[in-house]
């Protein structure tokens, strides 16, 4: 992904009402419907661990769960190339937040870390054939070594991998930014436009229509 679509991307992932139609539109979990979506906020991609290397992320997100204070954190990762060993890096990257909220004391009362959702948004040409699974990049050694062995899952949205059919019916925004990418004709493009015209025309949703016109111009 080039520096001007990525930065672009990021702008329109910086945006709650994105995130949201993330969340609801293709995590087909029942957690996602206990959360409390008034309390989505953006957390601070930059931080450092304690042996000072600063690691500058893409986006991350909390939202409270149910009705405690427990926290999701989302963590994007943005690919336009296939990462054999994704799940390593994401294993490093949830490990410097995990740091970070001990040092800034953000456990919950009884002094537990909150989930993470790392999930890597893919727009490469090639479909993603990386291990989605930690465990499947480790050799496998019986006799009872398998059970110190970290565990890592991060949730792949491969945006080419989606049908037209599949995605058109929705009333998504990330469907919407799916569709776009996926265009192959000048029609497809008016019509995913079109759709943004009608569902981002309240006052309230300028600053999201102008994410969006930069991405498009820019992409």
């Given at each position: ?45 930059s931080y450092i661990a304690d042996d000072l290397r600063s690691r ?109 059919k599949e995605l058109s019916p929705l009333k998504n925004l990330v ?45």
């Amino acid at each position: 992904m080039n520096k001007a679509h990525d930065s672009s991307y990021k702008l329109l992932f910086s945006e709650p009402e994105i995130i949201i139609d993330l969340l609801q539109g293709f995590v087909h979990e029942p957690w996602v419907n206990e959360l409390d979506f008034s309390t989505l906020e953006k957390v601070s991609g930059s931080y450092i661990a304690d042996d000072l290397r600063s690691r500058e992320d893409d986006v991350i997100w909390r939202v409270q769960y149910q009705q405690s204070w427990i926290y999701v954190y989302l963590l994007i990762e943005f690919q336009s190339t296939v990462d054999a060993y994704m799940a390593v890096r994401l294993m490093s990257y949830m490990g410097l937040l995990y740091q970070d909220l001990i040092k800034t004391k953000q456990q919950t009362e009884n002094k537990q870390l909150p989930p993470i959702l790392p999930v890597v948004l893919y727009n490469g040409e090639k479909r993603w054939d990386a291990a989605t699974e930690l465990k499947d990049l480790i050799v496998k050694v019986p006799g009872g070594l398998e059970k110190y062995l970290p565990s890592l899952n991060y949730l792949l949205l491969d945006e080419g991998a989606f049908d037209a059919k599949e995605l058109s019916p929705l009333k998504n925004l990330v469907a919407a930014i799916f569709r776009l990418e996926n265009s192959t004709s000048r029609e497809d493009i008016i019509d995913v436009i079109g759709n943004l015209i009608e569902w981002l025309a309240t006052p309230e949703q300028t600053r999201l229509r102008r994410s969006f016109t930069i991405w498009i111009k820019r992409v």
